[in-house]
């Protein structure tokens, strides 16, 4: 992974010593809160709805076990004694002091992390596939381009203050787990015929009050291009998106009212003057950024297929775990580990501070100091030996660790809502509790198969619910929470957006509403091969309609 040089060390340290008397300044009483909170907000402190929040970055979702016990550390001294891993591979902390912000800021840079650009109309924490660098069906790994861009945003003069907040994300390999169609700019990593590398480049995708999947405008650009070409994009955006109205503000707004087309001539012309300037990537600068990330030394460890024969024929929680939470790695001997942590009944991407620090041991012992956070808000150690698993597995067990559900329809997706939350209209953390415990059985889940739920406390749609398969969104009617069911959303490499069912369901009936969905799906599958969304997109809407509401709905539908 990627390590600070003198100039990275000395710019977070002078951030820190900043914000100290920005902070001292507003206790005092000297600052306003109006005058301090885009203070605040640049170093990714937020006001919630009981305390403050700090959400600090992990670029890319990358960090190495010191880094973990650091995380653990912020959490056990001044939190609560647990932090909450988020959609965008951050990791927020709910309650600390704001006169504690400054210490945690510094305690953070002595391990290379910081919380800059979390927040604020900004370009914010660039993130990717989390399986990069170990998967079969990688073309090259993304994190060196995501370094790349976020050498490149930090503070950029001409971008910290632009219309809205602005995400970047880049998949390097044929699935897409790192969204990209559902981001400002989505970068897919890829080969033209001559096998060199560059980038298919989507834009104007996001969720929100207006959810759309992003348009791709370029189909092969040359990585050398890529910094010229992204500043294109920003600075048309800069030019030309909405500051009159928050709501309309997006990218994704500019790229809907002007077009597709225009749009994309728009940024062509900037291009074309940029081109060749000093934003050109040198191949030398690129290979000398990809070699932070290369694979690690990985020994033959061929041992391990008999030690997983044994172990699954001894254990069958050990071998359900195995089929659902580890992956195939590029090397045979190896195999890539999702960290659930997204227990039966628990809040979806919390983890104690007792947890980040077994994580961190175990990435040492097992996983050669590598740890990566998902978008879908779990842990992954991307290099474990198969011979060591067995013992992955039992130490995970003891923490609670070792739930077998990686894309089941447990492994929930839920953002704080209304329990934290000063913009939710309603709670996600009690209804991904009460959904998670009534699927809980290993055996249901393994009979629905794979089958995603995200949650969202609010149109904000920080819990991804627009591309759940099954979406919830949490609003607010004459006082009284109620949940929207969205169906056939998806977020990998055929993206959609879901489709909003019907009226919303009170907080008590929600969770019999997804059963209901979830039963009416077992019941028109075709055959247990076919999941939830492919059937959904055979049948459409009609028969959920009508399971849910009756045929007068189904009838309307």
Request: glycine share 8%.
């Amino acid at each position: 992974m990627y390590r600070y040089d003198e100039f990275d060390h000395a710019f977070v340290a002078a951030r820190v010593d900043q914000f100290r008397d920005q902070v001292a300044r507003r206790l005092s009483g000297e600052l306003a809160e109006d005058a301090f909170k885009p203070l605040r907000l640049m170093n990714g402190v937020y006001l919630q709805l009981h305390a403050y929040m700090l959400r600090v970055a992990i670029p890319y979702g990358t960090l190495n076990a010191r880094q973990m016990r650091m995380l653990a550390h912020v959490a056990r001294k001044y939190d609560r004694g647990y932090g909450h891993f988020t959609t965008r591979q951050n990791i927020q902390y709910n309650w600390p002091k704001l006169s504690d912000t400054p210490d945690i800021l510094k305690e953070l840079a002595s391990v290379e992390m910081h919380a800059i650009q979390t927040s604020g109309n900004c370009i914010r924490n660039v993130t990717a596939d989390h399986f990069a660098g170990a998967a079969q069906d990688e073309v090259a790994d993304p994190r060196p381009y995501a370094e790349i861009l976020r050498q490149w945003s930090s503070v950029h003069p001409e971008f910290s203050f632009l219309p809205r907040k602005f995400k970047i994300a880049v998949t390097g390999a044929e699935r897409d787990r790192a969204a990209i169609q559902v981001h400002d700019i989505g970068l897919h990593v890829k080969k033209d015929e001559a096998g060199k590398l560059g980038f298919a480049v989507y834009v104007g995708g996001g969720q929100g009050r207006t959810p759309m999947i992003a348009k791709k405008i370029k189909d092969f650009l040359p990585e050398e291009d890529m910094l010229s070409y992204i500043t294109a994009i920003v600075r048309v955006y800069n030019l030309h998106g909405r500051r009159d109205n928050k709501y309309k503000a997006r990218i994704k707004i500019l790229v809907h009212e002007t077009g597709t087309e225009e749009l994309t001539r728009q940024i062509d012309a900037e291009f074309a003057s940029l081109k060749d300037s000093q934003l050109k990537l040198p191949e030398g600068d690129i290979r000398a950024i990809e070699s932070y990330f290369a694979l690690p030394d990985l020994p033959q460890r061929p041992e391990g297929w008999e030690i997983l024969a044994k172990a699954k024929k001894a254990d069958p929680a050990f071998a359900t775990w195995l089929a659902q939470n580890v992956q195939p790695h590029k090397n045979p001997d190896y195999g890539m580990v999702t960290v659930s942590l997204k227990p039966i009944g628990g809040t979806p991407g919390d983890a104690s501070d007792e947890q980040m620090d077994l994580v961190a041991d175990l990435a040492e012992r097992y996983g050669f100091d590598e740890i990566r956070v998902s978008h879908e808000q779990n842990l992954i150690l991307p290099h474990v030996a198969l011979a060591d698993l067995p013992a992955l597995h039992e130490a995970l067990s003891g923490a609670k660790l070792a739930t077998a559900n990686a894309g089941l329809i447990t492994d929930i997706i839920a953002c704080p809502g209304l329990d934290y939350c000063a913009l939710a209209n309603a709670r996600a953390i009690p209804v991904a509790q009460a959904i998670s415990s009534r699927f809980g059985s290993q055996a249901r889940q393994a009979e629905i198969g794979e089958l995603k739920i995200k949650i969202s406390g609010c149109i904000n749609a920080c819990g991804h619910h627009h591309v759940g398969h099954i979406g919830l969104l949490g609003v607010e009617k004459k006082g009284a929470e109620l949940y929207q069911i969205t169906l056939g959303g998806s977020g990998d490499e055929h993206s959609s957006i879901g489709e909003i069912i019907g009226r919303g369901f009170e907080p008590e009936k929600v969770t019999d509403a997804v059963e209901t969905v979830v039963d009416t799906y077992l019941g028109l599958r075709l055959d247990p091969k076919e999941t939830f969304l492919e059937a959904y997109r055979r049948v459409g809407p009609k028969p959920f309609k009508e399971a849910l509401y009756g045929g007068a709905a189904a009838e309307a539908a």
